[in-house]
């Protein structure tokens, strides 16, 4: 049984930074698409960054929201994927979701992802 933990979120100030981890166990972590969605009160979950597997690409994608702000990672020695955010703001306040998909392609919407873990909050104080 494939299980995702998140760990890191917090209330912060506007402008701070924090970094969301995800230990992913029961799976093989190396052969997964690792992807962040978020979701706020009384809003779908949207995509926030994913990163591929494949060890010569480690291809990433981000949602323009977070461009430039939030950076994906993951080491496969942990089996962990992180999120480093920066410049947090007050619309990037959301529960905060890690997912996994055992496939090749890395996609923005949530219906590829097989795995979720049950999220942790993320709130940004303006």
């Known amino acids: 049984q494939v299980q995702l933990v998140e760990s890191g979120g917090g209330l912060v100030q506007a402008g701070d930074s924090l970094r969301l981890s995800c230990v992913v166990s029961?799976?093989?972590?190396?052969?997964?698409?690792m992807a962040w969605f978020r979701q706020a009160p009384g809003k779908e979950r949207d995509f926030v960054a994913a990163i591929s597997w494949i060890i010569d690409s480690r291809s990433t994608r981000y949602a323009d929201s977070v461009k430039g702000r939030f950076t994906i990672s993951r080491d496969n020695t942990k089996d962990t994927v992180y999120l480093q955010m920066n410049s947090l703001k007050s619309e990037d306040t959301a529960v905060y979701y890690c997912?996994?998909?055992?496939?090749?392609?890395?996609?923005?919407?949530?219906?590829?992802?097989?795995?979720w873990g049950q999220g942790t909050q993320v709130t940004v104080a303006s």
């Open positions: 029961g799976g093989t972590f190396d052969r997964y698409i």
């Open positions: 997912a996994a998909d055992p496939s090749v392609a890395v996609r923005t919407t949530a219906t590829p992802y097989d795995y």
